[in-house]
Nanobody
Framework: QVRLVESGGGLVQAGDSLRLACVGSGRTLVHATMAWFRQAPGKAREFVAGISWNIYNIEYSDSVKGRFTISRDAAANSLYLQMTNLKPEDTALYSC????????????????WGQGTQVTVSS
């Protein structure tokens, strides 16, 4: 049983930065694809960024490209999301996910999910 726990969310102003973290337990995630998704109220869950197990493949959604950076620490079984120049439209519940498959932007391809951490950006 894999457990993913996110942290680092909060209430910030437009232009600020935040760093989200996701720590896994229950099994090693060294060979898992990992990703960040977000869901705003009334909207579908959307892909934010993903990283392959060997970090050779990294993808970002167009809406965050150039502002967000995804990284992972295999030794710490952790995933991170550095968010800069935050905008009000980035407000959402951010969740990390892990998959024993190739990097994909589709939520159903992921096997394990955290509960999420709320990010709220005021204008």
């Amino acid at each position: 049983q894999v457990r993913l726990v996110e942290s680092g969310g909060g209430l910030v102003q437009a232009g600020d930065s935040l760093r989200l973290a996701c720590v896994g337990s229950g099994r090693t995630l060294v060979h898992a694809t990992m990703a960040w998704f977000r869901q705003a109220p009334g909207k579908a869950r959307e892909f934010v960024a993903g990283i392959s197990w060997n970090i050779y493949n990294i993808e970002y959604s167009d809406s965050v490209k150039g502002r967000f950076t995804i990284s992972r620490d295999a030794a710490a079984n952790s995933l991170y999301l550095q968010m800069t120049n935050l905008k009000p439209e980035d407000t959402a519940l951010y969740s990390c996910a892990a998959a024993d498959s190739l990097l994909d932007v589709v939520p159903r391809e992921y096997d394990f999910w955290g509960q999420g951490t709320q990010v709220t950006v005021s204008s």
